[in-house]
């Protein structure tokens, strides 16, 4: 496949935090002695085509929102490369991140701590349009505002509102009016619709859907709610302790998940069965299966790519007995 | 016993007073819970299923709530009409709360375990049984004359168990009056008699709490931290919530809430913000904790894929009035309500759902300053009928514990099918019993 087909390219990314390292107990040492690093993102890599819905999920901590953020150089990564569009945007200055959030948009977790409180929704909104398309007037702005909020499922009367005015599922429509307002390739979401209520995620994701066929838009959606990702995505990457576990298509991942974090985060999918949730069993999961031993070939954790759109972290020992 | 009702709304409406008007919150809802069970309250945000909880709870601001009518009882008591001062009495003892986020209710200045402690002081009063189960443990209480503990104690019960017996007969009397005016009078002044009782009571209470032996409390600490499964709970006691993940949080604030020994618990939303496994976690434990301890649970959510986990009961409510309710089998087997349909339509199916657009329920939930004429869903509904733009329908009775109002269960009504996605995941579900049944 051509490398033009995807629009994202991560290689080998790595986002270390220093802390403090837990054996200093006083604070001179904690502050001023040595750190380690956190692995948030541990070396993951990925590919998202163009027009497709990359899904990631994993528990919190696991580093899925902070592979959002380094894309979108809220970070800066400590190691591995990161393409888009066919421009290498590992390292930006600031008027080249400046420059990238054109084309590339976030919607966060918590829409009240991605506001300012300060503003109302016509200034959110149209902040961006202001920045970037600087020739437009106010009244195309508020215009086009006017529009987005239609689109998002909010009417007219609520642009010259505050924050505190609106409930969570609101005020997170707001957000996404806010990614919009650019026209941009990329959406990053990060648990955007977590907060949301059923049936106002239904219509922001197939709001999402089409706006996906209009504009030819490209979304990385992270979420723990995995019956919304299947449904949304086309790629989905399972994510543990800033590893990339399995790597597979939407379909493949439901019906044929090799890695056993895969098949217990699953399992903890409620259903709308009552009967059905009454006698099911839970898959439980232990973390320290990834306590591997390092001087043993066969215990060291690889890639292994099963197909041409399945791959699995884990050791050959592993693989041998999953896939058994 | 098990069947003894906790709490009775009757047609309760709450305003509130705003600079653009009155906000009809609540308009008219009736809700029974009882012990041992597990009731579900679904709806979207602006349903009114918290302003439902907190005036229960009795946390509703004073300055611009207005209750226009209805009663919330408990014990017998109207809540609505007693003194502000006295809540404690009545519902501080009967429930407890776990809110969505579990930092939010916890202190960040204070232990684990000392934030249990505070909770259980005010409402827990050790029995005789659990002090000699403590020495038979720990060895015996040192400077604690445990015969006049005991004595106090059964004296304190015994008057508590005396005073609620008069009380019931004279309600019971009360009732058969029949003048209107009279039996109300006589209704006010045997519940002041009541609460004068109670406030009596809570003197003797903390008397006898004052007596009760610190080591008794930190031994509870511990046990409380046992029951919602924490694995190290000395250790636990000891940290901070910060140093905690959330589901970790979310297991305090279900400690704290236990501590109190509630008989009823009401949850608000408090898996949203977890992940999925903690979530399936969390309900397990409320599950099993409510079979050992037998409180009843209100369950506030959005999820019905929670509540399908979760419920024996549930309540669909929308802009301020329950439109549905049912077992929890009636409502996803045998939804009536087109609110309800789509609310299941708009949930993707795992096994079922491909890739064509998800069901939406179009529009969004009236404002409830104005709330439109008929049925508050007629505007959305695609489903609505002439009539439901007229007149508001009544709850039309389906079984005995299901019930919904929509004029399509009229008999006059058209007969409607609900929407295809949705029977065909009913079929599927049943199939899918049918099979793991035989």
């Given amino acids: ?324 | 016993m098990t069947n003894e009702t906790i709490l009775k709304i009757k047609d309760l409406k709450i305003n509130f007073s705003t600079h653009a008007g009155q906000v009809q919150a609540i308009r008219g809802v009736d809700l029974k819970i009882k012990a041992g069970e597990i009731t579900c309250l679904v709806g979207e945000s602006g349903s009114g299923k918290s302003v439902l909880f907190k005036s229960i709870m009795g946390l509703l601001p004073e300055s611009n709530t207005r209750y226009l009518g209805g009663r919330i009882i408990i014990d017998e008591i109207d809540v609505l009409q007693i003194e502000k001062d006295d809540f404690e009495l009545v519902r501080g003892h009967l429930a407890a709360m776990i809110f969505q986020d579990p930092m939010t209710s916890l202190n960040p200045v204070f232990t684990v375990g000392s934030q249990i402690r505070e909770a259980m002081e005010l409402h827990h009063l050790p029995t005789r049984e659990q002090i000699l189960d403590h020495e038979e443990a720990y060895g015996e209480i040192q400077g604690f004359d445990k015969e006049a503990y005991f004595a106090a104690h059964k004296n304190y019960k015994q008057a508590q168990a005396d005073f609620d017996e008069k009380f019931k007969a004279e309600q019971k009397r009360i009732r058969t009056i029949e003048d209107e005016v009279e039996r109300q009078r006589l209704f006010a002044l045997n519940v002041e008699k009541k609460m004068k009782f109670l406030r009596e009571n809570r003197e003797t209470k903390r008397k006898l709490q004052n007596i009760v032996p610190r080591r008794y409390g930190d031994m509870r600490v511990i046990e409380c931290l046992d029951l919602v499964g924490i694995k190290d709970p000395e250790a636990m006691a000891k940290q901070y919530p910060h140093q905690l993940s959330g589901g970790m949080r979310q297991r305090i604030v279900i400690a704290i809430a236990l501590a109190c020994e509630p008989k009823l618990l009401i949850c608000d939303e408090p898996t949203t913000a977890l992940d999925v496994t903690i979530q399936a976690q969390i309900l397990e434990l409320i599950k099993e904790l409510q079979s050992k301890l037998n409180f009843a649970v209100l369950f506030i959510t959005h999820d019905l894929g929670v509540v399908a986990n979760i419920a024996d009961y549930v309540s669909v409510m929308y802009a301020g009035k329950i439109v549905e309710s049912a077992s929890s089998r009636e409502l996803f087997y045998e939804p009536a309500h087109p609110y309800t349909w789509g609310l299941l339509a708009s949930m993707p199916d795992l096994e079922l759902d491909g890739k064509q657009a998800l069901f939406t329920i179009e529009g969004t939930p009236p404002n409830l300053l104005n709330p439109p004429k008929g049925d508050a869903f007629a505007a959305r509904n695609k489903y609505a009928l002439k009539v439901d733009f007229e007149y508001e329908p009544p709850m039309f009775k389906i079984t005995d514990t299901h019930y919904a109002a929509t004029w399509l269960l009229d008999e006059r009504a058209p007969s409607v099918n609900m929407p295809e996605s949705v029977a065909t995941k009913i079929a599927f579900y049943k199939e899918r019993e049918k099979k793991n049944g035989n």
């Fill in chain 1, 1 to 324: 496949m051509a490398t033009n087909d995807y629009i994202l390219e991560v290689e080998g990314l790595k986002q270390y935090f220093s802390i403090p390292s837990s054996e200093k107990k006083t604070i001179k040492e904690k502050m001023f002695g040595a750190k380690k690093d956190l692995k948030a993102v541990d070396g993951v890599s990925f590919n998202v085509r163009r027009g497709e819905t990359f899904g990631l999920v994993g528990e919190s901590g696991s580093g899925k929102s902070t592979i959002g953020r380094s894309i979108i150089k809220l970070y800066d990564p400590t190691g591995g490369k990161i393409t888009f569009d066919g421009r290498d945007i590992t390292n930006l200055d600031k008027k080249g991140k400046m420059e990238l959030t054109n084309d590339m948009q976030m919607i966060f977790q918590d829409p009240f701590a991605s506001v300012n409180p300060r503003l109302t929704v016509e200034q959110i909104i149209g902040e961006g349009i202001r920045i970037h398309q600087p020739e437009k007037s106010k009244e195309e702005i508020k215009e086009k505002v006017i529009e987005l909020l239609e689109k998002v499922g909010l009417n007219e009367y609520h642009i010259s509102r505050y924050p505190h005015e609106f409930s969570g599922g609101q005020l997170q429509r707001v957000g996404i009016a806010r990614s919009l307002a650019v026209k941009p390739k990329f959406i990053i979401a990060d648990e955007s619709i977590s907060a949301l209520d059923v049936s106002i995620q239904a219509q922001v994701v197939n709001l999402m859907k089409q706006l996906q066929n209009d504009f030819e838009l490209t979304f990385l959606f992270i979420a723990h709610d995995l019956s919304m990702v299947k449904y949304i995505s086309d790629t989905i990457g399972v994510m543990y302790k800033g590893k990339l576990l399995e790597l597979a298509s939407a379909d493949e991942i439901y019906d044929n998940p090799v890695h056993p974090y895969t098949k217990s985060l699953l399992s903890a999918i409620p259903h709308t069965d009552p009967m059905f949730e009454k006698t099911r069993t839970r898959i439980t999961y232990d973390g320290s299966m990834h306590d591997y031993d390092l001087s043993n070939p066969a215990k060291t954790p690889k890639e292994h790519q099963l197909s041409d759109t399945h791959r699995v972290y884990c050791s050959d020992e592993e693989l041998a007995e999953w896939t058994k």
